[in-house]
């Protein structure tokens, strides 16, 4: 992701790159937990999210089509507890 800026000294256009990297895995089969405020936003923006488990990926797709990570499911229902 890309964001331009122009500095108020110079007049230059300075863009900042963040580099995400994303895990590969089972993140295409599987639907994860993640924070709703960042989900949210992910899908909006198309940024990458970390789920609970710590799978970094671009929700893109409908996750009531896949089963629940259980790996995200099991801490989820520690953190209710």
């Known amino acids: 992701m890309t964001t331009p800026t122009v500095s108020p000294d110079t007049g230059t256009v300075v863009e900042e790159r963040v580099d995400y990297r994303l895990d590969e895995g089972d993140h295409e089969r599987l639907s994860h937990y993640a924070p709703k405020d960042k989900l949210m936003q992910a899908m ?4 990458p999210v970390r789920a609970l488990c710590g799978k970094v990926w671009v929700p893109t797709r409908d996750p009531n089509r896949f ?10 229902e520690s953190l209710s507890d």
Request: negative net charge; charged residues 30%; glycine residues 8%.
């Open 67 to 76: 089963p629940v990570c259980p790996e995200c499911k099991e801490i989820y």
């Open 44 to 47: 909006v923006e198309g940024t």
